[in-house]
């Protein structure tokens, strides 16, 4: 009956181990071009936001509420 090295044994998950990574990441490398790559979570970084004609219309807008609330403090009604 042979005996197991273990030492042998471990060299041989490790390489394949590594095997596995390097398959891992080549299947990883061909989703990402058949559109099957898992989607990231969280709001994209550089799009959406608002333009500065929008912001300009929300401050104009809002200033004239405030407005409005110091008309009818200053006229007693609420």
């Known amino acids: 009956m042979r005996t197991l090295d273990i030492g042998k044994l471990r060299q ?4 394949l181990t590594k095997r596995i990574q390097q398959i891992d990441v080549l299947l990883d490398a061909v989703a990402a071009f058949d559109g099957t790559a898992p989607k990231k979570a969280g709001r994209p970084k550089g799009k959406g936001g608002m333009s500065a004609a929008g912001r300009a219309a929300i401050v104009r807008a809002q200033k004239a509420r405030w ?3 110091r008309a009818a403090k200053k006229t007693g009604k609420t």
């Open 12 to 15: 041989e998950r490790e390489q």
């Open 67 to 69: 407005a409005k609330v």
